[in-house]
């Protein structure tokens, strides 16, 4: 979702937010522009599309300053045009915008009636236009941003640039995120750390209702009072490379890649050498509880999905899973003893962020899993599990979906011992089950080309079904996510069983079916459902383990092998094969794979 920049520099200023903007693509972008203040002026560049077109405006209409904001834009309100694009300018203020300014037609009626003349179709010329206005009353910048901030409705992340002033940034968050930082005789702020990584590993992050008041020798912050406050300034992990595509032609072929690594990683931190688990140090018990809610969106959704499955055999606990966006508007009754679980790789998302806040509202227990330790929703939580995956770019998530299986699995074990539910036998069976996860999704990884194959013809097909049982239906979902997400084939998600009761009248020799199917203790239903498909001329991709195959016999259009593994890890190993799938199909289709259309990595808006 929308990127912001701001940067008080030394030098001149418009590469360098060009370049912050770069490493804030990821977020998913339609358009992208730029403003600079120099010899007291405001001027602005601003194009449509990728940012190698405002780049190429720069070359022929360059913009001086050394003072300046950036930002790439998420269509909200009024299409991706060029007019449409940020920053905007009133009169002396210039504006960049991450959220959503819901009663921006009410503040746009009376600034009309003030005499000003939107010439966009956005919310946010709204805010440039009411700081105007206040600055035109003769208040400071300050006071302006202030008097404006009392009349938003809504989501923000603000950065504000005014004419005259060259040593002057005032950025303001509600709701968006924000980063300061602090460079050599320079200052910076971001819509995250991976914005200003290159500049300084020196960050601070703004809290709900801070407003900022940059210039380069100083940063003051006050808080939703309007009392001074103090924003830790912490060193952060920079490392370049963590932005390199490391020879990958894609980050979500890195990603998918990395998964080994990373996922050995974050067993570390959470089962011990010999096989304990370890939770990452933190003390949880599960003895008391009687019932788990989990909430996210997207791809976290279902790493919820599937955990609900797991606590439920594992730990015999109740658990109701939710897509954020409707849990938040459904008032669903919380007890105050609910333990409340939000998934979110990146910390920020608006809907699951709201969910959280109403739990805590209502006494429950609030724990979350995320890959970002300083994000809101981590930091708003009773109880942050990291994921440990690693700055994750690209838009279609991979190595964090897996990490979040992970952990879920953890605290799912974790769960059944304290509640009881499993003997030291299995739990051990279980336990270095996932040990073998780095290595056993090596080896799934190992079927790459056989995947490359596949998708090839894949690409052709306009309509795929993915069919999934028991732990693999919550998978074959997001198989079919990441196919449409990237590829832009229309796919749907089943549990093998439903197959019947409608979808199967879609089945001909055109539509190509998924089947995610180990050899566990549902295959021979699965393998039912698989029967009424191929005699239907349905054309059959199987991807299951040896012994599944064999068993399985002849018929399949395709086959994947995939390594034998315990039935309770197949959702993280089987993710693998999923990703790919995705990965080469849209390949072989030419889609940009890391930024797909209309897509955000993190959706700041609800
Ligand atoms: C967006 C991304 C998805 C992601 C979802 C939830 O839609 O494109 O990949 O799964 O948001 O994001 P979160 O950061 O909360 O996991």
Not at 14 to 36: F, N
Not at 133 to 152: M, W
Not at 531 to 538: D, F, H, I, L, P
Request: aromatic letters at 6%.
């Amino acid at each position: 979702m929308c990127g912001i920049i701001g940067v008080l520099g030394t030098h001149e200023v418009a590469p360098v937010l060009v370049d912050a903007l770069k490493r804030l693509e990821y977020r998913g972008y339609d358009s992208a522009g730029i403003a600079t203040v120099h010899n007291g002026k405001l001027d602005r560049r601003r194009a449509l599309g990728k940012l190698i077109n405002l780049s190429d405006l720069l070359v022929h209409e360059p913009l001086i300053g050394k003072s300046g904001i950036g930002h790439t834009r998420w269509a909200t309100h009024g299409e991706p045009t060029v007019k449409n694009a940020h920053p905007h300018i009133s009169g002396r203020v210039s504006v960049v915008h991450n959220g959503i300014i819901e009663n921006f037609q009410e503040l746009l009626k009376e600034l009309k009636a003030c005499g000003y003349a939107p010439t966009t179709q956005t919310d946010t010329e709204t805010v440039s236009m009411l700081v105007d206005h206040y600055l035109s009353q003769g208040e400071t910048p300050l006071q302006s941003v202030r008097n404006c901030l009392t009349k938003l409705n809504g989501a923000f992340g603000l950065c504000f640039l005014f004419e005259g002033e060259e040593d002057l940034i005032i950025a303001t968050r509600k709701g968006s995120p924000l980063a300061i930082g602090y460079g050599d005789g320079e200052i910076y702020v971001g819509s995250d750390a991976i914005a200003l990584a290159p500049m300084t590993d020196r960050i601070s992050y703004l809290e709900e209702g801070d407003i900022a008041v940059l210039s380069r020798s100083q940063v003051s912050i006050e808080d939703k009072d309007s009392s001074p406050a103090n924003r830790e300034i912490r060193t952060i992990r920079s490392g370049s490379n963590r932005f390199e595509k490391d020879g990958y032609t894609h980050f979500m072929e890195k990603e998918i890649y990395e998964q080994p690594s990373v996922i050995a990683q974050n067993l570390k931190h959470y089962i011990s050498d010999t096989g304990q688990i370890t939770l990452n140090g933190i003390n949880l018990d599960f003895s008391s509880i009687e019932r788990i809610t989990l909430v996210a969106c997207g791809t976290a959704f279902y790493a919820c999905l599937t955990a609900k499955y797991w606590f439920e055999k594992l730990a015999r606990i109740p658990v109701d899973v939710d897509v954020a966006s409707e849990f938040r508007y459904r008032t669903p009754p919380v007890a105050a003893n609910t333990l409340a679980i939000f998934v979110s790789q990146s910390g920020e998302t608006a809907d699951t962020l709201a969910a959280l806040r109403y739990c805590k509202d209502k006494a429950a227990h609030i724990w979350s899993v995320t890959n970002v330790t300083e994000s809101s929703i981590a930091r708003e939580s009773d109880v942050d599990l990291p994921i440990y995956a690693g700055i994750e770019i690209g838009v279609a998530s991979t190595k964090a979906f897996t990490c979040q299986l992970t952990v879920l699995l953890t605290l799912a074990l974790k769960a059944a011992s304290d509640q009881n539910q499993i003997n030291d036998h299995k739990r051990h069976e279980i336990l270095s089950s996932m040990q073998s996860l780095p290595s056993l999704i090596n080896l799934a990884l190992n079927c790459s080309e056989n995947l490359r194959f596949v998708a090839n013809e894949l690409a052709h097909a306009t309509d795929i079904l993915f069919l999934g049982r028991g732990l693999l239906f919550p998978l074959a979902l997001e198989g079919a996510l990441k196919l449409k997400e990237i590829s832009y084939i229309h796919a749907e998600a089943y549990a093998a069983g439903e197959l019947k009761h409608g979808p199967i009248a879609l089945i001909d020799e055109t539509v190509p079916v998924v089947v995610m199917a180990p050899q566990d203790s549902l295959f021979d239903k699965t393998l039912s459902n698989v029967q009424e498909v191929m005699a239907r001329k349905g054309r059959i991709l199987m991807i299951a383990d040896a012994k599944a195959l064999k068993d399985a016999g002849q018929g399949f259009w395709k086959a994947i092998e995939m390594p034998h593994c315990h039935e309770i890890i197949s959702p993280i190993i089987y993710a693998i094969p999923a990703q790919m799938l995705a990965y080469y199909t849209a390949l072989a289709k030419g889609t940009d794979v890391d930024q797909p259309r209309n897509l955000a990595k993190s959706v700041t808006v609800e």
